[in-house]
């Protein structure tokens, strides 16, 4: 049974950090692409980064360049999202993602997801 579990969010403060995790079972984890994508209330579920199986190359949104950074470790199974300047706007569910293509992945089409974890922005 595939299993990707996130964990990391909560409530912060604009300005503020976080860093979430997706811990993956049930795959061959190495030869998988991952990814992040976040879904705000109203709005529909955008792509935030992704990373390729072997971690040489990733993408993060326009919309978080700068702020925000993807990584894996292959060992442990687990890919990260490390968010840092966390505006308001950034508020939404964050959902982790698998897939062994990286054109299924970074269109949506992704093999497995996680349930999400719940990320607030708010002073």
């Known amino acids: 049974q595939v299993r990707l579990v996130e964990s990391g969010g909560g409530l912060v403060q604009p300005g503020g950090s976080l860093r979430l995790s997706c811990a993956a079972s049930?795959?061959?984890?190495?030869?998988?692409?991952m990814g992040w994508y976040r879904q705000a209330p109203g709005k529909q579920r955008e792509l935030v980064a992704a990373?390729?199986?072997?971690?040489?190359?990733?993408s993060v949104a326009d919309s978080v360049k700068g702020r925000f950074t993807i990584s894996r470790d292959n060992r442990e199974r687990t890919v990260y999202l490390h968010m840092n300047s966390l505006k308001p706007e950034d508020t939404a569910v964050y959902y982790c993602?698998?897939?062994?293509?990286?054109?299924?992945?970074?269109?949506?089409?992704?093999?497995?997801w996680g349930q999400g974890t719940q990320v607030t922005v708010s002073s």
């Open positions: 049930g795959i061959e984890f190495s030869i998988y692409a």
């Open positions: 990373i390729s199986n072997g971690g040489a190359t990733n």
């Open positions: 993602n698998a897939d062994r293509y990286w054109a299924a992945l970074t269109s949506g089409a992704g093999d497995y």
